[in-house]
Each structure stands twice: as C-alpha cells, then as structure tokens.
C-alpha cells in the first residue's frame, strides 16, 4: 500500500532563516506530487506542483520554492522565511494513472517568529 | 481554468439533523469531484468521491449527489454526531491523473449535542 511521510510535524523559526520541508510517497512510482499551505485553518493553496522528477509548476510566487530531486521525494524550501510564511504546509500526492483524489502527508506547522 | 464556489461557510446543526454542503464549478469539462473532510489540527481526508457518469453515491450516512447539467454537487450528511464537527472541502477536476484539483473554500460544520 502506498504512504506519504511528511516532516517535521512542527516547526518554530525567525524570520530571516532558511526552510527546508520534506515529504515522501512510498508503494507507488512516478506519482504527481503537491505542496499546499493552509493559513487561518480554512482555505488551501496550492503552492508547487510536480508531474516529474525536476518539473515544477509554481502557482503562486513568492519567496517559497520546490523541488524534486528524486521520483518520490518533494522539497519545499525558503531562503528568508517572512512571517507572513506561517501555516500549516501539506503535501499531497495523485496517481497519474487514474484520476483520484489527493492522499495528503500529516502536515508541518510552520511558526515564523 | 476551473473554479469552485462552496456554500455556506460555517453551518451549524443539531446532532441528528441533516447536514447539506453545495458547491457550483465552472469548467464543463471536470468529471471528478472528492469530498474531503479536514478535523482541528489533521489533515485532510478523503471521505467520499464521485464521478459524472454516476448521479448520486450513499456510504452510510453520507451522500452525494451530482447535477452535471447545473454543474453543482453537494454532499449530504444523515444523523449528525459530535464527530462530524470539521471542515468540509469539495474539490473539481478533469478525469486525468495529471488535472489538479481545485478546492472550494470549506465549510467549517458543528454539530452540537
């Protein structure tokens, strides 16, 4: 059966500081990857999506970015954190072989400070 | 590209009455809409889905129902508990493992004893 790991769970930084967010799909090959924030605890945006090692599709910009540097792994990642970065950050995965619904990681709440 | 409205945003209910959540999307072309369910503090889980080809779809006490002509779908809940208290997401995309899906805004769903 197939899992998706997510980690940390939690996670406190100043403002300024680097991020690095990682998520693994495990029992699947070639899955399309997702990352999501969810401010407020109500709505959720999508970030990043992936249909492939190194394709990345940017839906919002700003100063997040993603990658994926192998088939079932997703990186999240900041080079200056704001505080307007706080949220709780979900990745998701899909199998591209059938239309299904998004199975979503167990989420990191990002504090920025 | 596709856009999902939901309604109402907040929906407060007596356990054992019923519960309906409504959502409209744009793109005639989406032929798969999920249901997530998203508790304090967890993720999102997929509860229910379905596809165009089916009109309406029951697992215990929920249900939904889908009106591809109006291009609305909602989701019915039977019996409330205490336990159904969450937000509640619906979600549109085109039958394609590589179509993303687009989220309506949530509807925040208690259920008071």
Same mark, same amino acid.
């Given at each position: ?34 990352? +999501?924030?969810? =401010? ?8 990043? #999506?992936?249909? &492939?090692? /190194? ?33 709780? +950050?979900?990745? =998701? ?8 619904? #998004?199975?979503? &990681?167990? /989420? ?6 | ?113």
């Amino acid at each position: 059966s197939q899992t998706i790991h997510q980690w940390p769970a939690t996670l406190v930084q100043p403002v300024g500081s680097p991020l690095s967010l990682e998520c693994t799909v495990e029992g699947t090959s070639n899955p399309n990857l997702y990352w +999501y924030r969810q =401010a407020a605890g109500r709505g959720l945006q999508l970030l990043f #999506y992936s249909v &492939g090692i /190194g394709q990345i599709s940017s839906e919002v910009p700003q100063n997040l970015s993603a990658s994926r540097p192998q088939d079932r792994q997703f990186i999240l990642s900041s080079k200056k954190l704001l505080l307007s970065d706080s949220g709780f +950050y979900l990745c =998701a995965w899909r199998d591209t072989r059938r239309a299904t619904g #998004y199975t979503f &990681g167990s /989420g990191t709440r990002l504090t920025v400070v | 590209g596709e856009n999902v409205e939901q309604h109402p945003s907040t929906l407060s209910v007596q356990e054992g009455d019923s519960a309906v959540i409504k959502c409209t999307y744009s793109d005639s072309a989406s032929n798969y809409f999920p249901w997530y369910k998203q508790e304090l503090g967890k993720r999102p889980q997929l509860i229910i889905d379905i596809r165009s080809n089916v009109g309406e779809k029951k697992d215990q006490r929920i249900a939904v129902t889908l009106n591809k002509t109006a291009k609305h779908f909602s989701l019915h809940i039977t019996e409330t508990q205490p336990e159904d208290s969450a937000v509640y997401f619906c979600a549109a995309s085109r039958n394609s493992g590589y179509s993303t899906l687009t989220f309506g805004k949530g509807t925040m769903l208690l259920v008071s004893p």
